[in-house]
């Protein structure tokens, strides 16, 4: 195993990666370790923000097909957002729609029956069914 230490220029920050690659130097090892962060924090802001519990196919296909329709799903609800000058937050916003996702009612009606929330207090951000 290599042990490689390197320090970010921006951050001042330490960084410690063990490797068994020997052939590439120890600057390029890191900057491989920083694009695979950036990958995983590219899944994590999936996970978080598009709802993709789970891939249903493991091809290439069928991965970038869902992230492109969980993508597009999310660019459509900011839109709605800012077409209807909403206030509320996306999450509350894909929250409402799945809910609703049959009614034939207009999109703008459908978000204003619901009541504002204060979702301060609730730490997993659910909107609740009922009135307490």
């Not at 120890?26 to 999936?46: D, G, N, P, S, T």
């Not at 209807?84 to 459908?110: A, M």
Request: hydrophobic share 50%; charged share 20%.
């Amino acid at each position: 195993m290599r042990r490689i230490t390197y320090v970010d220029p921006e951050t001042q920050q330490r960084f410690v990666f063990l490797t068994n690659n020997f052939a590439l130097p120890a600057l390029q090892i890191a900057q491989l370790y920083k694009c695979r962060w950036q990958v995983e924090l590219f899944f994590k802001w999936i996970k978080q923000h598009l709802r993709i519990k789970a891939f249903y196919g493991t091809s290439m296909n069928a991965v970038k097909t869902q992230i492109w329709i969980a993508i597009s799903v999310y660019v459509l609800v900011a839109i709605l957002k800012k077409e209807l000058r909403l206030k509320r937050s996306l999450y509350e916003i894909l929250q409402i729609l799945s809910l609703t996702l049959f009614e034939r009612v207009p999109l703008s009606q459908v978000v204003a029956a619901f009541p504002e929330q204060e979702l301060l207090d609730d730490p997993c951000n659910q909107l609740s069914l009922f009135d307490h």
